[in-house]
Each structure stands twice: as C-alpha cells, then as structure tokens.
C-alpha cells in the first residue's frame, strides 16, 4: 500500500524558517513525480509546488517563489519542502502528494494518494 | 493563471438523490480537469482525472463530464458517506490551481 507521511511542522515567528520532510513507502519514488498542496485554516486547496521524479525539474506557485525550495532524496524516499522568510499568509496545512503515473520528470500533475498533511503556524 | 469557479458553494441534499457539481474555468482547459473529495480531518482523495475517468476504487456513482471552460461532477444517487466538500483541479497551465470547493452536505 503506498503511504505518505509528512513531518516537520510546527510554530515558527515571522521571518523564520521551518523544512518539511515525506517520506514514501509501498512505491518506488523516483518514478513519480511528487508535490505539495497546502490548505489555509478553514480554506480551500493551494497548490505550492511540484518536483519530477529525478529531482531535474521543479515548479512553484508565485507567492513562494525565491522563498521555498522543493528537493528530494530518492535514495531515502523522502520529499522536502525548505521554507524561509515565512509569512503569516504561509500558515496551513501542508500535505504532500505523489502523482500517479510513472514518470522521471513531470508527470499527470494529478495527485494521489495524498499524506495526511502538517500543520505550520507562521506567528509571534 | 487559470481561475476555476465552483458552483453552488453549498449543496443541501438527501441521501439517496442526486448531486451535480459544477467547475468553470475562466480559459479552456481543455479534458485536464481533476476533481477531488474531502471529509472533515481527512486529505483529499482524488475521483476523477482528465474530466471524465474514476480514479482507482472509486465507485460508479461518480462520473465526471466537460471539456473546455464547464465540467461537472454528479454524484448518481448519494450515499451517507459521500456528504465532503468537493474540489476541481486543472493542469492544463502552470501554475495548477483548484477550485474553491462544493460542501454538500445533508438536508
């Protein structure tokens, strides 16, 4: 069964920085594309960025750009999300999701299955 | 950035009746169209990918329709479990985007 499990959530100030780690298992995770999708308190789906399965290419929405960096270690089966100078605006559920067709870059940009999401609060 | 409009917010529905959906992107988006379920406490679960196949497990009372601008989400006949808020997704452009969600929820 492939499963997802995200960590590295928490409080942080204004400012700070915070990186968020999912590790994979029941799948082979460098043949899938990976991404992660955050949701405001009470809000809906924000997409925030996606990684292709070797870790060549990668895509972020605008408001992190130059802020976050997508990363993964396939050795580990493990996606990353590094989160610097983050904003109040930045607080949410971050869930990570793998796509679901085989592929070394980019692949459907569909996203399943997801994990079962951390919570990054981003205040004083 | 493409904008993807959901309607109605709310959906107020009896089990056993039929639910229809609807996601209107604001360019064409071609067949890219995902929809997602969510339940309250729980990630989402991906249904329907390229506007009109049911993902892996997914029963048959739900189908998707559309290409372009208007897709549509029906639920055939609801059951108590698929009361959630619904989500449409496209990947036709980056950056992806979804729509702001359905509740439907029970009458």
């Known amino acids: 069964e492939m499963q997802l499990l995200e960590s590295g959530g928490g409080l942080v100030q204004p400012g700070g920085s915070l990186r968020l780690s999912c590790s994979a298992s029941?799948?082979?995770?460098?043949?899938?594309?990976m991404g992660w999708v955050r949701q405001a308190p009470g809000k809906g789906l924000q997409w925030v960025s996606s990684i292709g399965g070797n870790g060549a290419t990668t895509f972020y929405t605008d408001s992190v750009k130059g802020r976050f960096t997508i990363s993964r270690d396939n050795s580990k089966n493990t996606l990353y999300l590094h989160m610097n100078s983050l904003r109040a605006e930045d607080t949410a559920i971050y869930y990570c999701?793998?796509?679901?067709?085989?592929?070394?870059?980019?692949?459907?940009?569909?996203?399943?299955?997801w994990g079962q999401g951390t919570l990054v609060t981003v205040s004083s | 950035e493409i904008v993807l409009t959901q309607s109605p917010a709310t959906l107020s529905l009896s089990p056993g009746e039929r639910g229809t959906l609807s996601c209107r992107a604001s360019q064409s988006v071609s067949s890219y169209l995902a929809w997602y379920q969510q339940k309250p406490g729980q990630a989402p679960r991906l249904l329907i990918y390229?506007?009109?196949n049911r993902a892996t497990g997914i029963p048959a009372r739900f189908s998707g329709s559309g290409s372009g601008t208007d897709f549509t989400l029906t639920i055939s006949s609801l059951e108590p479990e698929d009361f959630a808020v619904y989500y449409c997704q496209q990947r036709a452009t980056w950056p992806l985007t979804f729509g702001g969600g359905t509740k439907v929820e029970i009458k």
């Open positions: 999701a793998k796509d679901p067709v085989p592929a070394a870059s980019i692949g459907s940009n569909w996203f399943d299955p």
């Open positions: 390229d506007a009109s």
């Open positions: 029941g799948f082979t995770s460098s043949s899938f594309a």
